[in-house]
């Protein structure tokens, strides 16, 4: 495919027609890094004059998402399954030209995501009936046109930009995922089964109790910072909340030149974190952090 000049989708741009123009910008760069954005009504494609005119192109050098009825819109019978979306039809036109994207599990996450919602799925999540789904992208894509009305250019770029975020974080969780798979250290104290491992993911962390570990130990193996979290919920055997505090007192004994923080919430222990720039390493190994924690909570 030569290089692309225009990207048309439909006014007041969706999850679906803004992942699709998302898809093409930041994973087929050499065809659509530099494509500006038009929009048609619904269903419409742009025509000669327009692109003429407004955008100095042809089009042939066009390419619809999500609108006119071509490659990469789905509105059209033959196209209609509740596992196709526009979205799903640009990342199949990756996958085509871009082999290894195949293998971008965020990637795939994002666009089952995106196709879900475009086919209104999401009344079938736990809970949906709950407020805290208005949170989701979709809806703050939909929320955006109450604010910015009829600012299709502002609603595409703040679209763009959390599915940026979005990517990150999901490619972070899932090299958090086979990070703890393959050095995550299981060991037990009296509240239940914890977690120590080394690396600069603190991802590793959240993920790891969201899998049920009671308490998580992270050392990064780079920069020397340990993190210690227990689970919000983490109880002593006798039902009592569980916290850190006597491992506070004895670390605080034990590694004096390192900079440590107590959190109230006495479920943290932290030994630098990317919102406190004057701090110092713990010279304590993984295994002594561990050794100790096991000494007092056994």
């Given at each position: 495919?030569?290089q692309?000049?225009?990207?048309v989708?439909?006014h007041?741009?969706?999850?679906d027609?803004?992942?699709?123009?998302?898809l093409f910008?930041?994973?087929?760069?050499?065809?659509?890094?530099?494509?500006k954005?038009?929009f048609?009504?619904?269903?419409?494609?742009?025509?000669?004059?327009?692109?003429?005119k407004?955008y100095?192109?042809?089009l042939?050098?066009?390419t619809?998402?999500?609108?006119?009825l071509?490659?990469?819109?789905?509105?059209?019978v033959?196209?209609a399954?509740?596992n196709?979306?526009a979205s799903?039809?640009?990342?199949?036109?990756?996958?085509?030209?871009?082999?290894?994207k195949?293998?971008?599990?965020?990637?795939a996450a994002?666009?089952?995501?995106?196709?879900?919602?475009?086919?209104?799925?999401?009344?079938?999540?736990?809970?949906?009936?709950?407020?805290?789904?208005?949170?989701?992208?979709?809806?703050?894509?939909?929320?955006?046109?109450?604010?910015n009305?009829?600012?299709?250019?502002?609603?595409?770029?703040?679209?763009?930009?959390?599915?940026?975020?979005?990517?990150?974080?999901?490619?972070?969780?899932y090299?958090?995922?086979?990070?703890?798979?393959k050095?995550?250290?299981e060991?037990?104290?009296?509240?239940?089964?914890?977690?120590a491992?080394e690396?600069?993911?603190?991802?590793?962390?959240?993920?790891?109790?969201?899998?049920?570990?009671?308490?998580?130990?992270?050392?990064d193996s780079?920069?020397?910072?340990?993190?210690?979290?227990?689970?919000p919920?983490?109880k002593?055997?006798?039902g009592?909340?569980f916290?850190?505090?006597k491992?506070?007192?004895?670390?605080?004994?034990?590694?004096?030149?390192?900079t440590?923080?107590?959190?109230?919430?006495?479920?943290?222990?932290?030994?630098?974190?990317?919102g406190?720039?004057?701090?110092?390493?713990s010279?304590?190994?993984?295994k002594q952090?561990?050794?100790?924690?096991?000494?007092i909570?056994s």
């Amino acid at each position: 495919m030569s290089q692309r000049k225009l990207l048309v989708t439909h006014h007041a741009p969706d999850l679906d027609a803004i992942g699709s123009v998302w898809l093409f910008k930041r994973f087929d760069p050499l065809n659509y890094a530099d494509a500006k954005v038009a929009f048609v009504d619904p269903g419409d494609k742009i025509s000669l004059e327009d692109c003429e005119k407004n955008y100095n192109c042809q089009l042939h050098e066009v390419t619809h998402v999500d609108t006119g009825l071509g490659e990469f819109d789905h509105h059209q019978v033959e196209r209609a399954a509740p596992n196709i979306s526009a979205s799903s039809l640009v990342y199949d036109y990756i996958c085509k030209h871009y082999p290894d994207k195949k293998d971008d599990q965020a990637l795939a996450a994002v666009v089952k995501h995106i196709t879900e919602i475009d086919h209104f799925n999401e009344i079938n999540w736990a809970e949906a009936k709950e407020d805290r789904f208005t949170f989701s992208l979709h809806s703050l894509i939909h929320g955006h046109e109450f604010v910015n009305l009829h600012n299709d250019q502002s609603q595409l770029n703040f679209g763009l930009e959390a599915l940026d975020y979005a990517y990150a974080a999901l490619t972070q969780r899932y090299s958090a995922k086979e990070t703890i798979k393959k050095k995550g250290q299981e060991f037990n104290i009296n509240i239940g089964l914890c977690l120590a491992i080394e690396s600069g993911n603190d991802d590793t962390i959240k993920l790891a109790q969201i899998q049920g570990y009671q308490l998580v130990v992270r050392k990064d193996s780079e920069q020397g910072f340990i993190r210690i979290k227990a689970r919000p919920d983490s109880k002593n055997p006798d039902g009592s909340s569980f916290d850190l505090k006597k491992l506070e007192e004895a670390i605080s004994q034990l590694d004096q030149s390192a900079t440590w923080f107590y959190h109230a919430s006495g479920k943290m222990l932290l030994n630098g974190s990317s919102g406190w720039r004057q701090k110092k390493a713990s010279k304590l190994s993984l295994k002594q952090v561990v050794d100790l924690i096991k000494k007092i909570y056994s």
